[in-house]
């Protein structure tokens, strides 16, 4: 089975950025379609961003697009999403998933999942 962890979540103003990690074990983040999913509160998970093996190529929500990054550091088996400007509408549990096969944006179509990390963004 393919373990993921999310960390980085916490607490932040409105504006100010903030990153989260997804370090992978059993498996090469690198040849595995990676994405970035949040559930709010009230709210079912949602797609978030997504980013496709052996090249750089992206896919972002309307609501983060222009605001969030995803990216990858192979030597270190970890992925990442950067948040810039978050509001309060991004406060949400923040869930990695991958797979071995490019995949839709459907949280019901990946079958890895990590635990997610809780972000908070105050006014």
């Known amino acids: 089975q393919v373990h993921l962890v999310e960390s980085g979540g916490g607490e932040v103003q409105a504006g100010e950025s903030l990153s989260l990690t997804c370090t992978a074990s059993e498996h090469s983040i690198s040849d595995w379609q990676l994405a970035w999913f949040r559930r709010a509160p009230g709210k079912e998970r949602e797609f978030v961003a997504t980013?496709?093996?052996?090249?750089?190529?992206?896919y972002y929500a309307d609501p983060v697009l222009g605001r969030f990054t995803i990216s990858r550091d192979n030597a270190k088996n970890t992925a990442y999403l950067r948040m810039n400007n978050p509001q309060f509408e991004d406060t949400a549990v923040y869930y990695c998933?991958?797979?071995?096969?490019?995949?839709?944006?459907?949280?019901?179509?990946?079958?890895?999942w990590g635990q997610g990390t809780e972000v908070t963004v105050s006014s």
């Open positions: 998933a991958t797979s071995g096969k490019i995949t839709t944006r459907s949280p019901d179509s990946w079958p890895y």
């Open positions: 980013i496709y093996p052996w090249s750089e190529r992206t």
